[in-house]
């Protein structure tokens, strides 16, 4: 049985945490050198309050890894993409504002 269930390119695997979501959506959208984003696992957080924060953390092998913080929780996400690290950290800022 396949645990994973794909919607196009956004990968669920586990929950995701509010507000996160919506905004992988949107970078999808806009962002079509990304091949895939796998979000992982969820911790909490004390200070992750307010709007959607993602910062690109370390390099995979094939794209690189990511942390998402909103509603008092961190969760990682693997991020599929030749992009560079300042190159999806535009797309991410610009998919969290919007």
Do not use: C, Y
């Amino acid at each position: 049985m396949k645990l994973r269930t794909a919607q196009g390119k956004l990968k669920i695997e586990h929950s995701i945490i509010d507000g996160v979501r919506p905004m992988l959506e949107r970078l999808l959208e806009s962002t079509p050198q990304i091949r895939s984003v796998i979000p992982g696992r969820i911790g909490r957080v004390r200070d992750a309050r307010g709007p959607v924060e993602v910062h690109v953390t370390v390099p995979t092998q094939n794209g690189w890894k990511a942390i998402a913080l909103s509603a008092g929780a961190r969760q990682e996400l693997f991020v599929s993409t030749p992009l560079g690290k300042e190159e999806l950290e535009r797309a991410l800022k610009s998919a969290a504002q919007r």
